[in-house]
């Protein structure tokens, strides 16, 4: 039978590469299938994903290319981990894998929508800019205006001011040239006096003016500064490029839920609901796909597998208590050879006391030998001879026992 190979659809999956090869091919592209649901949910949610993230929340593009491997990596990983394990239809687990399916739904929904409807909360946002720059605009004008008509009633006051100056000065210049007054030509002593009359009237309003003048100055210098502050304010108010992720979700559930009518509200559940179902694929693909004859296949190729594991263990047992009995065996000869290196130390110990005596022995007997010799020449070799003998052979008994001992 030719073996079956496994596609790299099937493999995305997780199912067991040894238990595929085992199954019909009706059986295996449902699997295949199964492998593509996971791809396609994957790609689809690590495309929109690194481009909301990179231009949402880092306001840097260049960065979705590695927001989209780590993005499709987690979602790959965790289509695995909704459809990994064995059949799960009836089972307690199922509930567990659609309430994480329906978070991660949740979470893509509300940064899918908020990427899809930008445009909409880009126009909220600049409205609401708008309206908070008039306001802003309204405040600092009325300070403005406020400073503006002091201005202009100091304005009106040193044009009367000027106006006075103006007619004393005439008054002057009427009784020099006899135009008036007195009607005498000249600067007489009437001139004189009206000069030293009309010269500190001048003067305090010459310094009214002047005073008038340095407040004007003083006030144009506040309307500067109220016109600076209101452009700092103004520039302080938020557009839409400087919001974040979490606020961008938060002016779109204002828009649908909050000031929306019926059809935003509709639409944002439906827009819900979708997201939902493409990200639940994966799940929906494992328990409508009829692939229950994997999960049989799985179960015999686990039971060879645990029979195979027994025999294998069994083999173990058997190989270690042969090595037990030949280790208790050679713990058995050990323990006999070192009881008898123990008498052999005993008897070694004696035959060195034995060699002592008989070499006390063997030197009383030639010495009296000797004196025997001496006094006996006629009854060495019959006597004394075959008594050394005897005492020649058992010390070289000895001896060699003793050898045999130390090696």
């Given at each position: 039978?030719?073996?079956?190979?496994?596609?790299?659809?099937?493999?995305?999956?997780?199912?067991?590469?040894?238990?595929?090869?085992?199954?019909?091919?009706?059986?295996?592209?449902?699997?295949?299938?199964?492998?593509?649901?996971?791809?396609?949910?994957?790609?689809?949610?690590?495309?929109?994903?690194?481009?909301?993230?990179?231009?949402?929340?880092?306001?840097?593009?260049?960065?979705?290319?590695?927001?989209?491997?780590?993005?499709?990596?987690?979602?790959?990983?965790?289509?695995?981990?909704?459809?990994?394990?064995?059949?799960?239809?009836?089972?307690?687990?199922?509930?567990?894998?659609?309430?994480?399916?329906?978070?991660?739904?949740?979470?893509?929904?509300?940064?899918i929508?908020?990427?899809?409807?930008?445009?909409?909360?880009?126009?909220?946002?600049?409205?609401?800019?708008?309206?908070?720059?008039?306001?802003?605009?309204?405040?600092?004008?009325?300070?403005?205006?406020?400073?503006?008509?002091?201005?202009?009633?100091?304005?009106?006051?040193?044009?009367?001011?000027?106006?006075?100056?103006?007619?004393?000065?005439?008054?002057?210049?009427?009784?020099?040239?006899?135009?008036?007054?007195?009607?005498?030509?000249?600067?007489?002593?009437?001139?004189?006096?009206?000069?030293?009359?009309?010269?500190?009237?001048?003067?305090?309003?010459?310094?009214?003016?002047?005073?008038?003048?340095?407040?004007?100055?003083?006030?144009?210098?506040?309307?500067?500064?109220?016109?600076?502050?209101?452009?700092?304010?103004?520039?302080?108010?938020?557009?839409?490029?400087?919001?974040?992720?979490?606020?961008?979700?938060?002016?779109l559930?204002?828009?649908?839920?909050?000031?929306?009518?019926?059809?935003?509200r509709?639409?944002?559940?439906?827009?819900?609901?979708?997201f939902?179902?493409?990200?639940?694929?994966?799940?929906i693909?494992?328990?409508?796909?009829?692939?229950?004859?994997?999960?049989?296949?799985?179960?015999?190729?686990?039971?060879?597998?645990?029979?195979?594991?027994?025999?294998?263990?069994?083999?173990?047992v058997?190989?270690?208590?042969?090595?037990?009995?030949?280790?208790?065996?050679?713990?058995?000869?050990?323990?006999?050879?070192?009881?008898?290196?123990?008498?052999?130390?005993?008897?070694?110990?004696?035959?060195?006391?034995?060699?002592i005596?008989?070499?006390?022995?063997?030197?009383?007997?030639?010495s009296?030998?000797?004196?025997?010799?001496?006094?006996?020449?006629?009854?060495?070799?019959?006597?004394?001879?075959?008594?050394?003998?005897?005492?020649?052979?058992?010390?070289?008994?000895?001896?060699?026992?003793?050898?045999?001992v130390?090696?």
């Open positions: 039978m030719k073996e079956k190979k496994i596609n790299i659809l099937q493999k995305v999956t997780g199912f067991s590469k040894n238990t595929i090869p085992l199954l019909e091919d009706a059986i295996r592209k449902k699997i295949t299938l199964l492998g593509s649901i996971m791809i396609f949910t994957a790609l689809i949610s690590a495309i929109v994903m690194s481009y909301a993230i990179s231009a949402l929340c880092f306001n840097r593009i260049w960065m979705m290319p590695l927001i989209f491997i780590i993005w499709f990596i987690f979602v790959y990983f965790f289509e695995r981990l909704i459809i990994a394990g064995s059949n799960i239809k009836g089972s307690s687990v199922l509930y567990y894998r659609i309430a994480a399916v329906i978070c991660f739904a949740i979470i893509h929904s509300l940064i929508d908020t990427l899809f409807f930008q445009k909409d909360i880009n126009s909220s946002y600049n409205k609401d800019k708008t309206e908070k720059q008039k306001i802003i605009e309204d405040k600092f004008d009325e300070k403005i205006q406020d400073r503006q008509n002091q201005i202009s009633v100091l304005s009106n006051q040193n044009q009367k001011l000027f106006e006075k100056i103006y007619l004393l000065k005439n008054k002057l210049t009427a009784e020099a040239d006899g135009t008036d007054g007195t009607k005498k030509f000249g600067m007489g002593p009437i001139f004189e006096l009206k000069q030293n009359l009309y010269q500190p009237e001048i003067k305090s309003i010459q310094d009214q003016i002047k005073h008038n003048n340095e407040t004007t100055d003083k006030i144009n210098k506040e309307i500067a500064e109220i016109k600076t502050e209101k452009n700092i304010k103004i520039n302080k108010v938020p557009s839409s490029s400087d919001q974040g992720l979490l606020s961008n979700i938060r002016r559930h204002q828009i649908e839920f909050i000031n929306g009518d019926f059809i935003s509709s639409f944002g559940i439906l827009w819900f609901l979708i939902v179902f493409i990200e639940s694929l994966p799940l693909g494992k328990l409508t796909l009829d692939i229950d004859s994997y999960y049989g296949t799985q179960n015999l190729v686990n039971d060879g597998r645990q029979q195979l594991a027994t025999v294998e263990v069994q083999q173990n058997q190989k270690s208590m042969a090595s037990i009995l030949l280790l208790a065996q050679n713990n058995k000869i050990e323990a006999k050879g070192k009881l008898l290196i123990e008498k052999m130390q005993i008897s070694n110990n004696f035959f060195r006391e034995q060699i005596q008989n070499e006390q022995i063997l030197e009383s007997i030639i009296g030998e000797k004196k025997l010799n001496e006094k006996f020449e006629n009854h060495r070799d019959s006597q004394i001879r075959p008594l050394f003998k005897k005492l020649e052979k058992e010390l070289q008994i000895l001896i060699n026992n003793i050898n045999f130390e090696a």
